[in-house]
């Protein structure tokens, strides 16, 4: 009876390494799809997320689907996607923003960050852009897009 009872859980415990093993395998297999392989200055090899095929796309004016996409981003749930959301920047204070407007003036947006530019680089106040990014985890339990120039557009410029 001791025995048949070890073996119960012998057998639960390979399946659950055996699960365990091929969800590790589906995240690895995914990730390496949308990373780009590409050789530095130095000749060291740098890998870089692609972010030209968004698993989200967020329209210029649809208020809804960005605050329902801000809500998942902020809450964790978007980890590691990759987005594109046209939208109006904001930096109020120390944080950059793309955010949208409802026709009541209600703002929501998300904090992104572009790799390889100071601050004083990235595009200014108020213009209008399309930002293709990976969502990461800042900080604990933070969550923003990170992207580089290349996948930074500005739409309409401030006059």
């Not at 740098?46 to 689907?65: A, H, I, L, N, R």
């Not at 209600?106 to 680089?121: C, M, S």
């Not at 930002?131 to 992207?147: D, F």
Request: hydrophobic content about 40%; charged content about 30%; proline content about 3%.
């Amino acid at each position: 009876m001791v025995e048949k009872k070890n073996k119960g859980i012998i057998v639960g415990i390979v399946v659950a390494v055996v699960v365990l093993i091929a969800v590790v395998a589906v995240v690895l297999v995914t990730k390496s799809d949308r990373e780009e392989t590409i050789e530095s200055g130095d000749g060291g090899i740098v890998v870089q997320m692609d972010y030209s095929e968004p698993d989200v796309v967020v329209e210029y004016g649809d208020y809804d689907t960005m605050r329902a996409q801000s809500k998942a981003i902020q809450n964790g749930e978007m980890l590691g996607k990759t987005v594109r959301i046209e939208g109006i920047v904001s930096h109020p204070m120390t944080k950059y923003s793309i955010v949208q407007e409802d026709e009541d003036g209600n703002k929501i947006g998300t904090e992104f960050v572009i790799e390889g530019l100071d601050e004083d680089e990235y595009p200014q106040d108020g213009e209008r852009v399309v930002i293709s990014g990976e969502v990461i985890e800042k900080s604990t339990l933070y969550y923003i897009i990170k992207t580089r120039p290349e996948f930074v557009e500005v739409v309409e410029e401030n006059e």
